[in-house]
């Protein structure tokens, strides 16, 4: 497991950026992630439906929108508040996935995208309680960053474009997983990883204007997270190519489907 380093630690980072947008519209493209694979995930419209993690809103509000049973948490309380202020009807709440509160095998479904690997201490742990609140045959739909080129060019982007004080410390940032790691932190909950799928949530190309779509020359996180981080026509033939070629290199997440045993 490579370990990402800011100067700013992991709670500072969510902070600021759920303070900067505002509550999400529900997703509306369902061929990309996160959206493309929760629906894989869920096929049951009268389970109950945990988002661990659920930030602004775009998967929470679009299976609340259909009916389903969906309950969302996150560990930062001010994004809660907004999505209570937008629709008090939405059930959510500050929640701690190392700590849930919530009674042994609840829910059906376990949605954590984007969570897990920003967890500096405590995965086991986390992984632990969400098996917990799973039903037996329950299932979880997750993402974990990748280990790869990409995770390592965007980070070597990131750290280029800031310039650091001499005095300021590293802090930890995001974890990034290999498939192996992700399949023994799995297995070691009793979490039977069902399928692994290379996924593209912001494509690299996405860092620069050049590449983006009309709509998203100027970077709107509330449209991408919308829409999908979408590029243009020269931006999508190089991606197609890369991820054809180099899908497990040029991917930044790896999204898993696993089954309590």
Not at 2 to 19: P, V
Not at 97 to 123: M, R
Not at 221 to 227: H, I, P, T, V, Y
């Amino acid at each position: 497991m490579r370990i990402t380093y800011r100067s700013k630690n992991n709670k500072e980072y969510w902070q600021k950026r759920w303070d900067e947008v505002e509550v999400d519209e529900k997703m509306e493209n369902a061929d990309v992630y996160p959206l493309k694979y929760a629906q894989i995930a869920i096929d049951d419209k009268e389970g109950r439906i945990l988002e661990a993690g659920c930030g602004a809103g775009r998967i929470l509000r679009y299976y609340h929108d259909l009916g389903y049973d969906i309950t969302g948490i996150d560990f930062i309380e001010s994004v809660i508040t907004k999505l209570k202020i937008t629709d008090s009807s939405l059930k959510v709440a500050p929640g701690d996935i190392t700590n849930l509160d919530f009674s042994d095998e609840y829910f059906n479904y376990v949605l954590a995208f984007g969570l897990y690997h920003n967890l500096e201490k405590g995965l086991d742990k986390a992984l632990v309680e969400t098996s917990r609140v799973l039903v037996s045959g329950g299932v979880l739909c997750a993402s974990f960053r990748s280990d790869n080129l990409q995770t390592l060019l965007v980070d070597y982007l990131a750290e280029k474009n800031v310039k650091h004080k001499e005095s300021e410390a590293k802090i930890f940032h995001k974890a990034n997983f290999t498939r192996n790691e992700i399949n023994k932190y799995l297995s070691g909950a009793g979490l039977t990883p069902v399928s692994i799928y290379p996924v593209v949530n912001m494509p690299i190309l996405y860092k620069f204007g050049i590449f983006r779509q009309r709509a998203h020359k100027d970077f709107n996180e509330n449209l991408g997270r919308k829409e999908g981080y979408k590029l243009n026509a020269i931006g999508n033939l190089i991606q197609k190519f890369l991820f054809k070629f180099f899908r497990y290199q040029f991917c930044n997440l790896f999204v898993v489907i696993a089954k309590k045993d």
